[in-house]
């Protein structure tokens, strides 16, 4: 089975969380990418994505996987949208509650 690791910026620290996990803390990005690495390294196919504040993707790497077939591109606006819609998607997905990120809890 495939596992990812998103690593993203919560309050002044990065987190590390797969989905169904607990999440791990660092104090830097580089320790959180770092760690996630060496976890995914472990496994027999996976990969790593790095968040930005706002929730786009910054970075994604794979590890014994196929390499994904980039999507054709639009125009950089586009791109940039759909981009920070999906990197919202994701972040919700991992933290529903959003308390990692200073959301506060809709009541």
């Keep these: 089975m495939t596992k990812t690791l998103h690593v993203y910026p919560s309050k002044r620290v990065w987190t590390v969380k797969r989905v169904g996990q607990r999440a791990e803390t660092f104090g830097t990005k580089q320790e959180a990418v ?3 690495v060496r976890s995914v390294k472990k496994a027999k196919a996976a ?5 930005g504040k706002d929730g786009r993707i910054l970075q994604s790497r794979t590890y014994r996987m ?3 077939q980039e999507p054709p591109k639009k125009g950089h606006l586009a791109h ?3 981009a920070a819609a999906v990197g919202r998607v994701v972040l919700d997905r991992i933290d529903p509650s959003g308390l990692t ?3 506060t809890p809709e009541k």
């Design 34 to 36: 770092a760690s996630a």
């Design 47 to 51: 990969q790593v994505v790095v968040h």
């Design 66 to 68: 196929q390499k994904i």
């Design 80 to 82: 940039r949208k759909i």
């Design 101 to 103: 990120r200073g959301r």
